[in-house]
T-cell receptor, first 114, second 113 residues
Framework: ETGVTQSPTHLIKTRGQQVTLRCSSQ?????VSWYQQALGQGPQFIFQ???????GRGNFPPRFSGLQFPNYSSELNVNALELDDSALYLC?????????????FGPGTRLLVL | KQEVTQIPAALSVPEGENLVLNCSFT??????LQWFRQDPGKGLTSLLL?????REQTSGRLNASLDKSSGRSTLYIAASQPGDSATYLC????????????FGTGTLLAVQP
């Protein structure tokens, strides 16, 4: 158990809809990252939030957005869903201080877009 | 652009065998390299983290090595067990302010009883 939780565990949406995924970080962790993992692939970095500000973004379009809250929770929002957005979405939290901290991953949310 | 490759993509061994999983990366400017285990449909469990200044890390039956200059890491699993069956992912943290990880596509390991 990493202390990182995600909700919901599974979700089915249709193309064009919007979705919000949630993550609860370990207490005290000031950084949260989101990753997308397509079937048979390694996770791909979407973006990271540090102290409620975006702190780096991968090669994902603006319809992927996020929020980080003071209570160690965060959200990933995806607008105008496409079939290729079907994937496992993972969040990972860490306490960034010296730049060598381990990230702790949640169990993921499995999103299916029909 | 940093790219991470893992070989083999899949591996099946009988119980009790020692095995080696390989990971290579194209840019040696990394902060650290991490090995993860992923069970089907689940999140990632960190196994070993090697800082860029280190050569290897050990935990129980697992040993990971890092050769930064050649862009390679290996994960050695001793006396494999059926419970070791999972996908093993390596990930590098490149230099820069963002603590992002760049993952390989993983090695799917099956240990036959």
């Amino acid at each position: 158990e990493t202390g990182v939780t995600q909700s919901p565990t599974h979700l089915i949406k249709t193309r064009g809809q919007q979705v919000t995924l949630r993550c609860s970080s370990q207490s005290g962790h000031n950084t949260v990252s989101w990753y997308q993992q397509a079937l048979g692939q390694g996770p791909q970095f979407i973006f990271q939030y540090y102290r409620e500000e975006e702190n780096g973004r991968g090669n994902f379009p603006p319809r992927f957005s996020g929020l980080q809250f003071p209570n160690y929770s965060s959200e990933l929002n995806v607008n105008a869903l496409e079939l290729d957005d079907s994937a496992l979405y993972l969040c990972a939290s860490s306490f960034e201080l010296t730049g060598v901290e381990t990230q702790y991953f949640g169990p993921g949310t499995r999103l299916l877009v029909l | 652009k940093q790219e991470v490759t893992q070989i083999p993509a899949a591996l099946s061994v009988p119980e009790g065998e020692n095995l080696v999983l390989n990971c290579s990366f194209t840019d040696s400017a990394i902060y650290n390299l991490q090995w993860f285990r992923q069970d089907p449909g689940k999140g990632l469990t960190s196994l070993l983290l090697i800082q860029s200044s280190q050569r290897e890390q050990t935990s129980g039956r697992l040993n990971a090595s890092l050769d930064k200059s050649s862009g390679r890491s290996t994960l050695y699993i001793a006396a494999s067990q059926p419970g070791d069956s999972a996908t093993y992912l390596c990930a590098v943290r490149p230099g820069g302010a963002t603590n992002k990880l760049i993952f390989g596509t993983g090695t799917l390991l099956a240990v036959q009883p």
